[in-house]
């Protein structure tokens, strides 16, 4: 019996032991916990997690889950993987002015773990951001302005626009623009018909479905204009004193009877007789030039939008004129043998623009800051970009470096201008035709970049004395040097560049008169060449 009582014992014991053994954790359970949500947005927000005790063989699964408490189905991000565990998502798409609610959730293939539940409330929607009115161009009786929608205040935009107020008068006007799509942005506004001769203060707004939100106003002076109420109504507008002004602005429509009338008034009649009219500063800022009438000058009419060939030729009185802020065409010989004039400014909308020869007074050429077709850089016109030269006024002289933008010159850039040294980075690739035609140049370094030296570039440059042509020179084009009387010409070109018969043809026996200057190791090329070989006087 006693030995019964051991084996039982013993029994109980083993079972004792091998149950402990059986029940002991193998992977203790993990834990989650979020922290508060950062970066909180209109529609964002990020959210992050805390894994503590991962379970040794660690979450296989790991998300976000998030709700609006209003309702609303529960949104999940994708399987997250912990960095020092840890893990953090960006919650996106959330609607403005709502209380969210989010948890962690995870498990290892053994349990389904959940964090604590949090809330974060998104920013609500507010009225837009709006920047101050910057002025970019003024006439008479309109104002080119431009602001920004900076923020949209989380709604559309249903509405933007100036709010103009006579200071003296405290009538009030809004002006709208166009929304083609409900966004933040820059907005440019053309405000014409203002009031004359008034204190305005400008005041750009915007709405959105919350409210309105107004920018820094700023303050502009309007003048007194002559408005054409109809094409072909200046005649009688201005009566039997026409010829007695030197300064005036304009408005409203003028079509090629009020051009003629015009040009009476700035001292020539239609068929070239001095009027004794006083006009030396127009102000056509405000003017649409239209269609119809009669010629201004013989075989001319107007165009709508266009300052056309000879508007103003040959008005020697007339100093200063601003263009119509419509003009989106300014012909070539516009303004032709205007000797007076002294300042153009380019208008806004302006997108083609010719020279004009004999305007020895002109030293500026400006730019509307609205224009995005051209720039001015210390009065000389240019594209956009400041690559390419367009016009160089005659007004100025000296000495003359093109920026490091520039790599083309455009068609008689430089024609009849009175700068006597010239220079030309190596930027410089293209030249166009008769781009120092009639200059003033006395001596010229053209690029190392330049491949051609195209037609009849420095014909009847009378003053131009030496040049030095570029390495990269492969052609030249015929009446290259017509006229020019050039002692030398340095060429660093290795090989000769192509030329015509008619490349040295001049005025000037070129041939006999000038010495060509070549590199050493090519001066036997240059001799033996059927075209360079030419002049009788060839040295290295």
Known sequence: MRHYVILYIIAIVAMASGCSAYDAPFNPRPTLSVEEALDITRNEATVAGVIADNGGKGLTSLRFEWWANNGGITSSSPSLTPDNG?????????????????????????VEITSDNM?????????????QLTMLAKGPTSVIASFVIEDNGGEDIIEAGCHIRNIDSEKTVDVTTNLNEATTGHIIMTMTGL??????????????????????SIVVTTDNSISTTSPGSLSLLMGEDRYGYTSLSFSGQMNGDDIRTLRGMAGLDFY????????TAIDLTDVNIVEGGG???ESRTTEND????????????????????????????????????????????ASSIGQSDGCTSLSSIQVSAANMYFKSIDGVLFNADATKIMWFPLG??????????VKSIGEYAFRNCRITSFT??????????????????????????????PQATFQQCLNLKCIHIGSATSLIGEYAFDGCPLSDIYISAEIPPVCYNATFNSSYPLLTSCTLHVPESSLARYKAHDKWGKFENITK
Do not use: W
């Open 86 to 110: 840890r893990v953090e998502y960006r919650l996106q798409d959330l609607k403005p002015g709502v209380t969210y609610s989010y948890r962690l959730r995870g498990d290892n293939r053994r």
């Open 119 to 131: 809330q974060f409330t998104t920013l609500p929607n507010v009225i837009p951001t709006v920047s």
């Open 195 to 216: 009031d004359k001769m008034a204190n305005l203060e400008l005041t750009p707004y915007a709405v959105n479905t919350i409210g309105e939100a107004t920018g820094n």
């Open 272 to 279: 070239g007789n001095d009027t004794g009219g006083h006009l």
């Open 295 to 297: 010629n201004y000058i």
């Open 306 to 349: 266009v300052i056309g060939y000879g508007m103003f030729k040959d008005l020697t009185r007339l100093q200063s004129v601003m263009l119509p802020l419509s003009a989106k065409r300014i012909d070539e010989q516009a303004f032709k043998n205007c000797s007076s004039l002294a300042t153009i400014t380019i208008p806004a909308n």
């Open 396 to 405: 100025k002289d000296g000495d003359y470096t093109l920026p490091a933008s």
């Open 424 to 453: 030309m980075s190596d930027n410089i690739t293209e030249i166009s035709m008769g781009a120092f035609y009639g200059s003033s140049v006395e001596s010229v370094t053209l690029s190392n970049s330049l491949a051609t030296i």
